[in-house]
DNA sequence: TGTCGGCATTAACCCACGTCAATTCATCGA
DNA sequence: TCGATGAATTGACGTGGGTTAATGCCGACA
């Protein structure tokens, strides 16, 4: 999570305002001139096919921010949407600058995030194009349990996915239907177990971390040290 | 292609190294302290399951410097190979944070560069995640026919890969055997022709561009702003 | 309390792609 | 000139995961 700095403070403090869930704040090809702040709920970075095929990119969870502006300096290459009710802060790009020029910490954080977040991407493209489902779906659970946990601290093994089996579909590349045949098996055979509404419980984080072909402990420091 | 700055091209006189063909240059994990400039001949990123499959990120091309340290400073998280005979010079962090401090020209034409290489990755998880064979072969053609015509100037309909099938397919997701009945389809279909060794001949760009489902204007200039 | 709409679940079926293996061909050192 | 090596090519065959569609469940709303 970001530190506290009293002009981002002050800034987030105004213009808040909250969309619904399914909202589109962005779409691919449109206009951008502002940053995104996250208060509250998720959003997803994704991008489509002619065919309406839809890769989510990147989840963007509250207190981070985020700016999928393409080097036009004009245009969105992402499209950003609401995946839950959401309450949102768009900071426009000079107070953005300022804020950096101003803070030598925010500017550190923020170099550090966008590494960690190169990172992340290739490991997920690693799984996207060499991993079977059954390692896709096991990795992602981790990575976001990670990354909800350290919204509290440490490593929760239960946590709550504010959305759908068909989103987690479109981020790791897979039909609903097989995201659900896949869950299924992982309840099957013991290693978590799913409750209403997408919450979900890690029963045996050793198994699942051995499906996913990750270190937990490695993959902590990663994401962790992207709040930093 | 970066442009010229008396004290980088001072460095890269200096220190340049020639390395076979597939020569790894950093593996994943292993320390890293400094950034690869190539000088000539072709990179690859990558990142591995353990079970051996291959997932390559990125290809680095002459002229292009690229850096797989993680956030933890210390560590790469990424493997460097060496796809044919190439050139590298390495440049220390501290060199390297000197040069940025000193010319705000370098700086902004890397930031314009990191955000080019996110919005390429964004597209590439795309078909990673969602396109058929075909797509992520047309795409793959058409960047890497860009990328390579960039050297020159405009766009070259034929232009030569330096490495194997197995490569394409590490890049697309795809094993080789596919990536070569792929190849063959398009070449029956009159879309492309290959040639000796990786040579290949785009016949038809507008068809090429369809199958890809890209609009090879819009990539054009995103990918050539990545040189600025 | 009923009805409706959206999601999870499951089964049946199919095909795009992986795997394995044989064949050809170009390169290269002895 | 002769293997020897490694990549491209092609065919046969198997399978993981997509597609379709039926069913069930829950929550929202009247």
Redesign the interface.
């Known amino acids: 999570m970001l530190k506290t700095y009293s002009m981002f403070d002050d800034i987030l403090q105004r213009d808040q305002h909250a969309v619904a869930k399914g909202t589109i704040l962005k779409s691919e090809g449109e206009e951008s001139h502002s940053r995104m702040y996250v208060a509250g709920g998720w959003l997803a970075a994704s ?5 309406g ?3 989510i ?1 990147e989840f963007i969870l509250p207190g981070e921010t985020y700016d999928p ?4 300096g004009k245009t969105s ?2 499209q950003i949407e609401a995946l839950c009710d959401a309450v949102i802060v768009s900071i426009d790009k000079t107070s953005w600058a300022q804020l950096l020029r101003q803070d030598p910490e925010l500017r550190k954080s923020e170099r ?1 995030r ?3 977040a ?2 992340r ?6 799984r ?4 079977s489902a059954e ?1 896709r779906i096991a990795y992602v659970l981790i990575e976001l349990c990670i990354r909800v946990s350290r919204q509290g601290t440490g490593f929760d093994s239960e946590f709550h996915v504010p959305f759908g089996q068909q989103q987690l579909g479109d981020f ?2 897979l039909s609903s239907v097989h995201v659900c045949r896949t869950l299924r098996r992982l309840n099957r055979a013991g290693v978590i177990r799913t409750g209403d509404h997408m919450d979900i419980l890690i029963k045996d984080q050793h198994a699942l971390a051995e499906l996913a ?1 990750v270190d937990i402990a490695a993959l902590r ?2 994401i962790t ?2 709040a ?1």
Chains 1, 2 share one sequence.
Not at 128 to 131: M, N, T, Y
């Open positions: 991008k489509s096919l002619e065919d095929e839809q890769q990119i502006t393409a080097t036009d290459f992402l550090q966008e590494i960690a190169q990172a991407q290739s490991e997920r493209m690693l996207l194009g060499r991993a390692t790791t590349g072909q420091d990663e040290t992207d930093a």
